[in-house]
């Protein structure tokens, strides 16, 4: 394939190198971006101020995620990380879910993108949303430090290292403790419970049966007893989940002292609060005060914050600069090259040329060589988890798998050892090699292939079953793109089986040897030749595939939407409950909400067909798995073969962890839901209801058999008509500025 020349593709190479260039190598400072970004905190302060000023109730919420990113690993924004697949993050855990203002972080995040690309993370904004959040609601300024990095690990079940509404004054010094806070910072940082909402559940207990004796008069003594009326009123019973109270009734929506007031009348909210009154040292602060200038106490919160904004902080080459602050994977720069690109030349470059191209500009940014990539590609339609397994090359593959893996790709031995030196950059999650320091033949055995000295360093980082854990691949140059890794790899402390393989046949294990005595360029053009020829491998030219509009879909159809529509002005919970189908609905339910709503028969079963992308939580279907009819029996219309694998995904009572819908293509719009209904395997009972009737029935049986186009027309034809639906227009409703609050 010859190359060409793509016009303006310097759009998507600048955005690239912006996005992968390493920040400053400095510790936290006030100022940290004084250079590289001058209106930083300007930028920070207005677009936070555009959602406070409309919705001041976001100040607590967001204070309090700052709060909790600290005391998990540190304030290095893992608590914006969304979940994925495998690994579910911090904001999913419990004390996170009630955690609101992350579009307001995304919004002031892509304000600074726009007008410093690549410079400050995600853990600064949040740092500085925080202040200016308390800020606008007349608390206090106190300089933030900069200068931090974002982490690339969230895990849910670390926040258990978050201070529970429950904990004693021990818990309660003992956590602040470890994050370098003392017993002043714990009762000055509790203060912010000055502002925001509670849900009943993290203090029910106190006001029913908190000694389980079972009576009405069974109340926490610690609390006034004068004001457990008052809780019941708003929390109805210990169970309730849903309703907010406010944590300081009156001027709950202004930073004040009145938290303290609360707490010396034994009306703070949680344990937790109460616990403050049993340390003579946090005992003293809240009588203090209760009378004491507003201005000490706003000093003392200032400080506090900087103090808690140095706690587990990564600086200079430690950590990253996310892009994106709810992501940490690599495909957000695929995207925001194809968005450039799309901007200056749209329809024009392919998503697989754009992949091509970012890896030789990630590989020249560490310091490796410049090639020219061949361009011309266009997109497949297909992606295949099952063909990703077939025909990727696995970490424990032996020497003659990898040999046949590249031949059947055109590729050469040569090719095969010059490419497995990209491993000199990057990192491994331990369960790519697991086996081979803890179980490598079954018998609890190391394999021989690896240093047993490098195992026993390899065993401190990952223990058994660890899926989370990154490790370095080349550790002292990972972020270096050069030959060390042959180094290692003829010490026998290549991470994979598949590269100590490159020593068990001649010319591979001969092309390690002249690596670590050849002058670097020498492995640089070789790696370049290779590049290029694996670049080859089964592209799509001339009118084969397409040019996709956005890398990460592959397309469902598109269909004109009529525009005109008016914002509306109320939302309620009740209204949702009562009017979207249930997942547990059955035909005639589904036929009577569909048809209530002007749609047909047809509809439904069409529409039901969105089920073929996307995820579903666990409660959503978990009584068919379990106890369908309260006999701990399994819904009789699912397959009992796949509610064997379900169970091991979902425990009862499971509310956080996420199954696909469509499993082997929940990314692709397609028709294979419909295969899965035939089967018995739709997840929700309202799938399996499209069984029940004739008509629904027959449309899921021609989809298994029709082309993709027909249900393509369907669902757009669909997809217009339910657009329909009691839609305000003309004079009514209104334009909201932000969607997410009404004006």
Not at 105 to 122: F, R, Y
Not at 278 to 283: G, M, R, V
Not at 369 to 385: C, I, N
Not at 578 to 595: G, M, Q, R
Request: charged share 25%.
């Amino acid at each position: 394939m010859a190359p060409n020349t793509l016009p303006k593709l310097s759009t998507a190479l600048a955005l690239i190198l912006f996005i992968l260039s390493p920040a400053d190598a400095q510790g936290l400072k006030v100022g940290f971006y004084a250079k590289r970004c001058p209106n930083l905190e300007a930028i920070v302060y207005k677009t936070t101020a555009r959602f406070i000023s409309v919705a001041p109730t976001l100040a607590a919420p967001l204070l309090r995620m700052h709060f909790h990113d600290c005391f998990v690993r540190g304030c290095e924004g893992s608590i914006l990380l969304n979940s994925t697949k495998s690994v579910q993050a911090e904001k999913d855990a419990f004390p996170n879910l009630s955690l609101r203002g992350y579009h307001v972080i995304d919004a002031v995040k892509a304000a600074v993108e726009k007008a410093c690309p690549g410079v400050v993370s995600c853990a600064d904004v949040l740092a500085l949303v925080a202040r200016d959040a308390v800020t606008q609601i007349k608390g206090p300024y106190w300089h933030v430090e900069t200068g931090r990095r974002d982490g690339r690990v969230s895990i849910a079940a670390e926040a258990i290292n978050l201070p529970p509404p429950f904990a004693n004054i021990t818990v309660l010094k003992a956590m602040f403790g470890a994050n370098g806070l003392n017993a002043k910072d714990l009762v000055v940082l509790s203060g912010g419970h000055t502002i925001g909402n509670s849900h009943c559940s993290s203090f029910s207990n106190r006001i029913y049966n908190y000694s389980g004796r079972g009576d009405s008069t069974d109340t926490d003594p610690k609390l006034d007893r004068a004001y457990v009326p008052t809780l019941r009123v708003k929390c109805k019973s210990p169970n309730d989940l849903t309703t907010i109270v406010e944590m300081d009734p009156g001027s709950f929506r202004t930073f004040d002292s009145g938290y303290y007031k609360l707490v010396s009348k034994r009306r703070g909210l949680f344990e937790s609060d109460a616990a403050l009154l049993s340390d003579p040292e946090t005992k003293a602060y809240v009588e203090r005060r209760i009378n004491g200038p507003i201005e000490e106490f706003f000093k003392d919160f200032g400080d506090s914050m900087v103090k808690m904004g140095r706690s587990g902080v990564l600086t200079g080459n430690n950590g990253e600069i996310r892009k994106q602050c709810m992501s940490l994977d690599g495909f957000y720069v695929i995207d925001a090259a194809k968005a450039a690109l799309e901007e200056a030349c749209p329809g024009v470059v392919s998503c697989a040329d754009i992949v091509a191209l970012a890896a030789r500009e990630a590989v020249h940014l560490n310091k490796g060589p410049f090639y020219e990539v061949h361009t011309g590609r266009r997109d497949g339609r297909v992606s295949s988890a099952v063909e990703a397994l077939a025909n990727l090359p696995s970490p424990y593959a032996d020497i003659v798998e990898l040999k046949s893996i590249f031949a059947n790709k055109g590729l050469s031995v040569k090719d095969l050892a010059v490419l497995s030196g990209a491993h000199t950059i990057g990192s491994s999650h331990c369960d790519s090699f697991l086996k081979r320091i803890y179980n490598f033949t079954g018998k609890g055995d190391i394999d021989p292939s690896l240093d047993p000295n490098y195992v026993a360093k390899l065993r401190q980082k990952c223990k058994p079953g660890d899926t989370t854990t990154t490790v370095d691949m080349d550790p002292g140059s990972f972020t270096s793109f050069d030959t060390s890794y042959y180094k290692l790899v003829s010490k026998r402390r290549g991470l994979f089986h598949s590269d100590a393989a490159l020593l068990d046949d001649k010319m591979t294990r001969a092309y390690v040897g002249r690596q670590m005595l050849s002058p670097r360029p020498s492995f640089f053009r070789d790696f370049a030749v290779s590049m290029v020829k694996m670049g080859e491998i089964g592209v799509l030219t001339g009118n084969a595939g397409e040019i996709r509009r956005i890398c990460s879909l592959n397309k469902g159809p598109f269909y004109e939407v009529p525009t005109g529509r008016r914002d509306g002005r109320v939302s309620s919970a009740a209204e949702a409950l009562a009017n979207l189908p249930s997942s547990y609905a059955d035909i005639v339910e589904l036929k009577s909400i569909f048809a209530n709503k002007g749609l047909s028969v047809k509809d439904l079963t069409v529409l039901s067909g969105a089920h073929t992308i996307g995820s579903s939580h666990c409660d959503s279907f978990v009584k068919r798995i379990y106890n369908f009819t309260g006999k701990g029996d399994i819904d009789p219309s699912f397959d009992p073969n796949y509610v064997a694998k379900l169970r091991q995904k979902c425990k009862p009572g499971d509310t956080t962890t996420t199954v696909e819908m469509d499993p082997g293509s929940f990314t692709t719009f397609d028709t294979s839901y419909y295969k899965l209904v035939s089967k018995r395997r739709g997840l929700f009972h309202s799938d399996a209801a499209l069984l029940d009737d004739k008509m629904t029935r027959a449309y899921v049986g021609r989809q298994m058999l029709s082309p993709r186009p027909s249900f393509f027309r369907d669902f757009a034809v669909s997809m217009v008509k339910m657009g329909e639906i009691g839609v305000l227009t003309g004079n009514a409703g209104e334009i909201r500025r932000i969607c997410s609050l009404v004006n």
